[in-house]
């Protein structure tokens, strides 16, 4: 269970094991952020090999899009074999060039929202990810110099909810670099516990606890300041930037 745990991205198996009792998780399926975990860690093992599309069948049904429904930029041949390979940022491919994708999911200052999840059949397997939205053009120079984020591994997403006022406004669009999902500055992440839809928190490391504890913090006042084992909050990715009407 560790080493599961560990492919997963987690410390160790304490974060996954609620999965397995009826008494903690009471859910029918698993949250689509989850699911992608479990197939960077199980495509390809046993015999024979579970693929992709096997353990797409943890979350919800209604994640499944028809091949109809596929993303018109996204580039199905950008590699060579897909056939076990679960969608990330890097396979898509902008329509304008050097744009950067806003995906159908909205980050809760409250409650967020997955949005729609397609799975696109591709060869014997499938590729599964968010829709794409829309598209924005942000120069490299920006979000490599200043927002310090990876260009590659940069999604865009919209606010929900108000927990996080006055910072950060229903609407507004947060930079969110994917590759940054670990706790090392104390800042603004998009998270989630596994259970519930993707939130906008502020993250706060307590010091010198054991196990790691992390205070999850809004912005809005009138809101209390929460405190959970850092192995137990996914980390999406850190906030980067901010897009705001004024």
Known sequence: MDAFALAMGYSRASSIQRY??????????????????????????????????????????????SRGGIIESYDPDAHESHEDDAYTREHWRPKIEGAIPEIDVKLGAGHGSIGEVINLPVGGGHISGHRVVSEWVIPNGYLRGEAKASPDHTII?????????????????????????KLVDDTVYAISDGNSEPQIKRLQRVPFSDPVLVKIISDNPHLETFTAELSRVQIIGRICGHIARK
């Not at 009826?22 to 949250?31: C, I, N, R, S, V």
């Not at 989850?34 to 495509?43: F, H």
């Not at 006022?165 to 670099?177: A, K, L, N, Q």
């Open 157 to 181: 997403c919209e606010i929900v909810g108000d927990s996080m006022i006055s910072t950060y406004m229903p609407g507004d669009r947060v930079i969110v670099d994917l590759s940054q999902n």
């Open 20 to 65: 397995e009792d009826p008494a903690l998780y009471k859910k029918e399926f698993l949250a689509p952020e989850l699911v992608l975990k479990m197939i960077k860690a199980l495509v390809g093992k046993g015999e024979p090999p579970i693929t992709a599309a096997e353990v797409w069948l943890l979350a919800r049904p209604e994640v499944i899009a």
